[in-house]
């Protein structure tokens, strides 16, 4: 899957609108969910036709950029440097294991994008990320992250991607700039209307025709409703590419 971008006055809408008719071609499109939220589903949508029973198809864990090795205890630590053959963690080798832990992650979403059936919707980022490793649909010095919304209550959380965030405090939502963009295809599959249908969501309404979703910022990204429940929500950056290094993880070279 290759594109070569044009330079445009917008970019931000190139790159959305390649993106957009990207995942439209692969059957993330039409693939069912393992759990649909009651609070996301649109009123009109058949959950019965979009739900399937939970599957397999794990998505590794991953180590975010802001964790170091004294964050985690012995026992956590012996998991996940098992889990990409590493006998032993040490300070020394903690890097190489958060390194061999994104490179499984891209691969995993590489090998499952085009062929998904159903996921929940940390696969469905998983396969965006391995999408976008695999394609130019972004052109140069893109930055791409991994994010995970977060419920102090633990209820709940939802893995998505962001796309061109501006260097900002993650929890400043209003402050990613208008070249960043978001990839949620579990929100889409649960909405009948546009732009909901879209998996493809505008950060700033500026230059973002069809692609502005506001009930997405409003009740899932920024989650106005439980704030104001006293629910702490918190936004995390789970893991960070470039779209020039992107394309080199998930083909086993870590």
């Known amino acids: 899957m290759s594109e070569n971008p ?3 006055a917008n970019p931000r809408m190139e790159r959305m ?24 589903v649109e009123k009109g949508v058949d959950i019965s036709k979009i739900k399937a029973p939970a599957g397999g198809g794990q998505v590794p864990e991953t180590i975010p950029p802001s964790r170091s ?67 130019d649909l972004l052109g140069s010095g893109v930055k791409v992250e991994l994010f995970n919304l977060v419920e102090s209550t633990g ?24 070249d960043c963009f978001f990839i949620d295809v579990w929100y889409a599959r649960q909405r009948r209307t546009e732009p909901g249908t879209r998996s493809v969501k505008a950060a700033t309404p500026d230059d973002a025709a069809g692609f502005w979703d506001e009930a997405f910022i409003k009740d ?4 106005e409703g439980l ?10 950056p789970k ?6 290094d992107l394309p080199t993880f998930g083909l086993s070279k870590y």
């Open 69 to 135: 090795f004294t964050d985690y205890g012995a026992l956590k630590l012996r998991l996940l440097a098992k889990s990409v053959d590493i006998d032993t963690p040490t300070a020394e080798n903690f890097a190489k294991i958060a390194l061999k832990l994104k490179d499984k992650y891209v691969e995993v979403g590489r090998a499952n994008y085009r062929t998904l059936d159903s996921a929940n919707c940390t696969l469905f980022a998983c396969c965006v990320m391995g999408m976008l490793a695999d394609s």
């Open 227 to 236: 704030r104001q429940k006293g629910v702490t929500v918190r936004l995390v």
């Open 17 to 40: 609108q390649r993106v957009q008719t990207a995942i439209e071609k692969t059957r993330m499109a039409t693939a069912k969910l393992w759990n649909p939220w009651e609070t996301v």
């Open 220 to 223: 899932l990204i920024k989650s």
């Open 155 to 178: 209820a709940s959380g939802h893995a998505y991607v962001v796309v061109g965030r501006a260097d900002c405090d993650p929890q400043e939502v209003d402050s990613y700039g208008h």
């Open 6 to 8: 044009s330079h445009t």
């Open 239 to 244: 893991l960070l590419f470039t779209s020039d």
